[in-house]
C-alpha cells in the first residue's frame, strides 16, 4: 500500500492565521481525500482532492475556507485559513489506489490547535 | 442514508477475550465495508475490509461477519491482547468512492 508523509504532524496557531498542510504519497495514487478528526471522535471528510481540478467539497465544508490543492498524483496540500479555536482539530490525509485488496491508507494527520 | 451506526461506543474485554463490535449501515449501494484500527496520535490503519459477495472473512484472529439482509457486519476480535487496545471505526463505501465511517469504539483489552 501507500506511503503518506503528511507534514507538519502538529502546530500551534494564532487565531487570524493559515496554516497549509502537505500530503506526498510514496506512488501515484487516484484518489485523495482530506478528513477532519476532533480528539476521541470519528472522521469528518472535508473533501476529495482531484488532481487537474477543483476539490469536491462536502456539506459545511467551503473553498474559501479550505482551499485544496492537487499539482499532481502524489501530491496535495490543504489550506486552513482565518482559524478560530473551533478549527482546532486533527487532519488527516488518506490515499485510494482503487485496488479492493489496498484500501485506503491514512496518514499520521496534523494537529491543530488554534489559540 | 449515508449513516453507518457503530457499537458499542467504548468495550472491555479481559485478555484471551472475544471482542465484538457491530455496525449497521442503511445505503445499500453500499458495497465495500472496511474497518480501521487506530492509536492514539496515529491515522486509521486498515484492519480488514469485505464486499458484500461474501458473508465471512478472517484474517488471524481478526473476523469480519457480513449480514446483508439485515445491513449490518461486525468485527470480531479472537484471542484478545493488550496490544489490540485502540480505537476501532467500522466504514462503507459505495464502489471506491468516499468513505463513510462509524462513529467508533474504544476497546480496551485488560490483562
Known amino acids: 500500500s501507500a506511503v503518506i508523509s503528511q507534514k507538519p504532524s502538529r502546530d500551534i496557531c494564532q487565531r487570524g492565521t493559515s496554516l497549509t498542510i502537505q500530503c506526498q504519497v510514496d506512488?501515484?495514487?487516484?484518489?485523495m481525500f482530506w478528513y477532519r478528526q476532533q480528539p476521541g471522535q470519528s472522521l469528518t471528510l472535508i473533501a476529495t482532492a482531484n488532481q487537474g481540478s477543483e476539490a469536491t467539497y462536502e456539506s459545511g465544508f467551503v473553498i474559501d475556507k479550505f482551499p485544496i490543492s492537487r499539482p499532481n498524483l502524489t501530491f496535495s496540500t490543504l489550506t486552513v485559513s482565518n482559524m478560530s479555536p473551533e478549527d482546532s482539530s486533527i487532519y488527516l490525509c488518506s490515499v485510494g489506489t482503487g485496488r479492493v485488496d489496498y484500501g485506503y491508507t491514512f496518514g499520521s494527520g496534523t494537529r491543530l490547535t488554534v489559540v | 442514508q449515508q449513516q453507518v451506526k457503530q457499537s458499542p461506543q467504548s468495550l472491555i474485554v479481559q485478555k484471551g477475550g472475544i471482542s465484538i463490535i457491530n455496525c449497521a449501515y442503511e445505503?445499500?449501494?453500499?458495497?465495500?465495508f472496511p474497518w480501521y484500527q487506530q492509536f492514539p496520535g496515529k491515522g486509521p490503519a486498515l484492519l480488514i475490509a469485505i464486499r458484500p459477495d461474501v458473508s465471512e472473512k478472517k484474517e488471524g484472529r481478526f473476523t469480519i461477519s457480513f449480514n446483508k439482509s439485515a445491513k449490518q457486519f461486525s468485527l470480531h476480535i479472537m484471542d484478545s491482547q493488550p496490544g489490540d487496545s485502540a480505537t476501532y471505526f467500522c466504514?462503507?463505501?459505495?464502489?471506491?468512492?468516499?468513505?463513510?465511517f462509524g462513529t467508533g469504539t474504544r476497546l480496551l483489552v485488560s490483562p
Open positions: 445505503n445499500t449501494a453500499f458495497d465495500y
Open positions: 466504514a462503507a463505501s459505495k464502489g471506491f468512492q468516499k468513505l463513510v
Open positions: 506512488s501515484q495514487v487516484t484518489m
